[in-house]
């Protein structure tokens, strides 16, 4: 009953390395969701996808890229790390958009985050 | 532009007390409104949920009424436990929009103690 998944949970980085962020789901979920946690400002969103091979610009979309080659995941990368990109990352999936359809009104399920810290 | 403000926290409350979280927002369309709750070290999960005015969300002894008039969805418990201790956040979304994201205000930092 694993939900969704994110790899890894904790990393730390120095400034211009680059890595790639990986979440999973296996609820075969169509939309997927990258968002990032700061002190005092809630979760903002990066980028999203709403099927496989489909990704867009969300709130907070510079210095990140994303991929969805496989319906279950949904890759986020860092080029070139910056310490302002120090946060946590929280993948998030649905069936749907969270609407206000009474039949698509499906909750957005998270994953545990992951802690990123950039030097 | 689509908005959710909230109170600031952290708030502390002692065991049995009562819990009202203020949650208002502003919104384009007819948005849906939700409170999640983050526990310690874990991601968010949905705590209630209301899809259209005058509805009532309620979850483990939590309550909200979406408030059409007053743009308002407050959180309210009628006593707190320890376990309850979290961050919450007030969320909308809003029907139509493509992206089906959430807007999420800045979070509630409960702790309550025994």
């Known amino acids: 009953n694993a939900g969704v998944t994110q790899t890894p949970k904790f990393r730390v980085l120095k400034t211009g390395q680059s890595m790639t962020l990986l979440c999973a789901q296996d609820m075969n979920h169509e939309y997927m969701y990258w968002y990032r946690q700061d002190p005092g400002m809630g979760l903002r969103l990066i980028h999203y996808?709403?099927?496989?091979?489909?990704?867009a610009k969300g709130e907070v979309p510079d210095g990140y890229n994303v991929s969805r080659l496989k319906k279950q995941n949904f890759l986020l990368g860092l080029e070139s790390a910056a310490p302002s990109q120090t946060s946590v990352y929280f993948c998030a999936s649905s069936y749907t958009p969270s609407t206000g359809l009474q039949n698509s009104n499906q909750p957005q399920h998270f994953g545990d985050g992951t802690r990123l810290s950039i030097l | 532009g689509n908005s959710v403000t909230q109170m600031e926290g952290p708030v502390t409350l002692s065991e049995e007390a009562f819990l009202t979280i203020n949650c208002t927002y502003t919104?384009?369309?007819?948005?849906?409104l939700f409170w999640y709750v983050q526990y310690p070290g874990e991601g968010l999960q949905l705590l209630l949920k209301?899809?259209?005015?005058?509805d009532k969300g309620s979850n483990k002894g939590f309550e909200a009424t979406y408030r059409k008039e007053t743009t308002s969805f407050h959180l309210e418990k009628g006593s707190v436990q320890v376990s309850d201790s979290a961050v919450y956040f007030c969320a909308l979304t809003v029907y139509g929009g493509s992206q089906g994201n959430l807007i999420f205000g800045k979070g509630t930092k409960l702790s309550v103690k025994p």
């Open positions: 996808s709403v099927g496989e091979g489909t990704t």
């Open positions: 209301a899809t259209k005015a005058d």
């Open positions: 919104a384009t369309g007819y948005p849906s």
